[in-house]
């Protein structure tokens, strides 16, 4: 009997506590339908709160007034609150650039969400059984989903989202409907094959039950249910690893990357997609982890990879960093400089102090990274020009015989390809006499010949 095997999931993954306030998302579909009636009738059972939420997405004028009404009249029948939200899911759906379906699916989890904290809800019950589950599994499996995908819709996630009739089928639910006279609505576009999961329900399944294998939907389903067990082991062990591994450090995680190297793949998949959950708020589609995966997995010593939403993630040679930054790209420029005086760099937002100084006003230069620099004044090329760098730059390093390229020395000294361009040089005539912050030219040094001294200093 349904009712006896839904009880039955809703003990064997502790689905409802005593006295818990649950916000049952109701469209007047049939599914959803029984569900407010089965947790009604188990109100006194389990102490239940229950608040109805329907939302109206504004695709089907007629029919969602005939669904609002049906759902209200029940709630007004059995005494229950009952939240209306009404939103435009096709303007929606071109804003955020999604399928039809995925902007109603969020507009309508958004809403419950609201309704959760208004009323201080524990919970939200969803409609979804076995028939969907087995849709979902298939759908994802063609999108090349792995375990965490195949493993299907949990019977409760995050404690909070519960799916009752999980375990039961859409014909047993009807089936229930009907004995027990409730009242339900048939959504029209559901028996349209515009959207994909209606071509599968209407037309795959049923074609591949006939000629492969009549049980599919039940081999589907114990499939689902062993992946989610074998998950659930991993998801276990990359939580310990990650208590470990990963360093929050102000809106960034970060992590060592030869400890990530480390990690057998299964592990790693699962830290780049806890890393994305935590600074999206929301988990990301197998696409979006696997881009990460495969940059990770060919290992460049410095890459910035960009995502929506001004989402970054760096690797700085054995340190990478996931989280929400503004990255300033800075386009090529060059500004002649006063001599002596001062300039201004507006693109680096800087400010260049040049002065003549003799050989007896000279000061130790500390060692270290210095936005100042002493140069013999005879040996530079007027005018003097600060720019950023260029593809085929070559310097001479302080020390250093003979010259090099400027990205060689750029990348001995572990600066990421995308922050050289903000890494200013002075040039005179046609050579790099210093790489602000960094080092001057060997050519350019003062030596116990030199006379005149030009300091120049970024403030």
Same mark, same amino acid.
């Given at each position: 009997?349904?009712?006896?095997? !839904?009880?039955?999931?809703?003990?064997?993954?502790?689905?409802?506590?005593?006295?818990?306030?649950?916000?049952?998302?109701?469209?007047?579909?049939?599914?959803?339908?029984?569900?407010?009636?089965?947790?009604?009738?188990?109100?006194?059972?389990?102490?239940?709160?229950?608040?109805?939420?329907?939302?109206?997405?504004?695709?089907?004028?007629?029919?969602?007034?005939?669904?609002?009404?049906?759902?209200?009249?029940?709630?007004?029948?059995?005494?229950? =609150?009952?939240?209306?939200?009404?939103?435009?899911?096709?303007?929606?759906?071109?804003?955020?650039?999604?399928?039809?379906?995925?902007?109603?699916?969020?507009?309508?989890?958004?809403?419950?969400?609201?309704?959760?904290?208004?009323?201080?809800?524990?919970?939200?019950?969803?409609?979804?059984?076995?028939?969907?589950? !087995?849709?979902?599994?298939?759908?994802?499996?063609?999108?090349?989903?792995?375990?965490?995908?195949?493993?299907?819709?949990?019977?409760?996630?995050?404690?909070?989202?519960?799916?009752?009739?999980?375990? !039961?089928?859409?014909?047993?639910?009807?089936?229930?409907?009907?004995?027990?006279?409730? =009242?339900?609505?048939?959504?029209?576009?559901?028996?349209?094959?515009? &959207?994909?999961?209606?071509?599968?329900?209407?037309?795959?399944?049923?074609?591949?039950?006939?000629?492969?294998? =009549?049980?599919?939907?039940?081999?589907?389903?114990?499939?689902?249910?062993?992946?989610?067990?074998?998950?659930? &082991?991993?998801?276990?062990?990359?939580?310990?690893?990650?208590?470990?591994?990963?360093?929050?450090?102000?809106?960034?995680?970060?992590?060592?990357?030869?400890? &990530?190297?480390?990690?057998?793949?299964?592990?790693?998949?699962?830290?780049?997609?806890?890393?994305?959950?935590?600074?999206?708020?929301?988990?990301?589609?197998?696409?979006?982890?696997?881009?990460?995966?495969?940059?990770?997995?060919?290992?460049?010593?410095?890459?910035?990879?960009?995502?929506?939403?001004?989402?970054?993630?760096?690797?700085?040679?054995?340190?990478?960093?996931?989280?929400?930054?503004?990255?300033?790209?800075?386009?090529?420029?060059?500004?002649?400089?006063?001599?002596?005086?001062?300039?201004?760099?507006?693109?680096?937002?800087?400010?260049?102090?040049?002065?003549?100084?003799?050989?007896?006003?000279?000061?130790?230069?500390?060692?270290?990274?210095?936005?100042?620099?002493?140069?013999? &004044?005879?040996?530079?090329?007027?005018?003097?020009?600060?720019?950023?760098?260029?593809?085929?730059?070559?310097?001479?390093?302080?020390?250093?015989?003979?010259?090099?390229?400027?990205?060689?020395?750029?990348?001995?000294?572990?600066?990421?390809?995308?922050?050289?361009?903000?890494?200013?040089?002075?040039?005179?005539?046609?050579?790099?006499?210093?790489?602000?912050?960094?080092?001057?030219?060997?050519?350019?040094?003062?030596?116990?010949?030199?006379?005149?001294?030009?300091?120049?200093?970024?403030?």
């Amino acid at each position: 009997m349904l009712l006896h095997r !839904v009880k039955r999931t809703i003990d064997r993954y502790h689905l409802l506590n005593q006295g818990d306030r649950l916000v049952v998302g109701v469209s007047a579909g049939v599914d959803s339908m029984v569900l407010l009636h089965l947790l009604s009738a188990w109100r006194q059972t389990f102490h239940l709160s229950l608040i109805v939420a329907h939302v109206n997405h504004g695709i089907r004028p007629k029919e969602s007034e005939q669904e609002a009404d049906l759902v209200q009249k029940e709630c007004e029948r059995l005494g229950l =609150p009952f939240e209306y939200g009404k939103f435009d899911a096709k303007e929606f759906q071109k804003a955020r650039k999604l399928s039809l379906q995925e902007a109603a699916r969020r507009l309508r989890f958004h809403f419950f969400e609201e309704v959760l904290r208004k009323y201080d809800a524990q919970k939200i019950a969803l409609g979804h059984q076995a028939d969907d589950q !087995v849709e979902t599994i298939l759908l994802r499996l063609m999108r090349g989903a792995g375990l965490q995908g195949l493993k299907g819709m949990l019977p409760i996630r995050e404690g909070k989202v519960i799916r009752p009739l999980l375990e !039961v089928w859409r014909h047993e639910i009807e089936t229930f409907a009907i004995k027990n006279k409730i =009242p339900f609505l048939v959504d029209s576009s559901n028996l349209k094959e515009d &959207y994909g999961r209606n071509r599968m329900r209407l037309s795959l399944i049923p074609l591949l039950e006939k000629e492969y294998q =009549p049980k599919l939907k039940q081999i589907l389903l114990r499939t689902s249910a062993i992946l989610r067990e074998e998950n659930d &082991y991993l998801e276990k062990e990359a939580e310990k690893i990650w208590q470990d591994m990963i360093e929050e450090k102000g809106e960034f995680l970060t992590f060592r990357y030869p400890v &990530y190297q480390s990690l057998h793949p299964a592990i790693q998949w699962r830290v780049i997609q806890k890393m994305l959950r935590r600074i999206y708020g929301e988990e990301k589609e197998d696409l979006e982890i696997s881009k990460v995966f495969k940059i990770l997995k060919l290992a460049p010593p410095s890459f910035l990879l960009e995502f929506p939403l001004g989402v970054c993630l760096e690797k700085r040679y054995e340190t990478v960093s996931l989280g929400k930054k503004s990255v300033k790209i800075i386009p090529p420029f060059e500004v002649e400089l006063v001599c002596p005086g001062q300039t201004f760099i507006e693109e680096i937002g800087k400010e260049v102090v040049t002065e003549e100084m003799d050989m007896e006003d000279r000061v130790i230069i500390p060692g270290g990274f210095s936005e100042t620099a002493f140069l013999d &004044y005879d040996v530079l090329r007027f005018p003097l020009r600060i720019r950023n760098f260029r593809p085929g730059d070559r310097f001479q390093p302080l020390g250093v015989r003979g010259n090099q390229k400027l990205k060689e020395f750029l990348i001995d000294h572990k600066i990421p390809r995308f922050e050289r361009s903000k890494i200013p040089l002075l040039i005179a005539g046609e050579r790099v006499a210093w790489v602000v912050g960094h080092r001057i030219g060997e050519w350019a040094r003062i030596t116990n010949k030199t006379k005149r001294i030009l300091k120049v200093k970024f403030v």
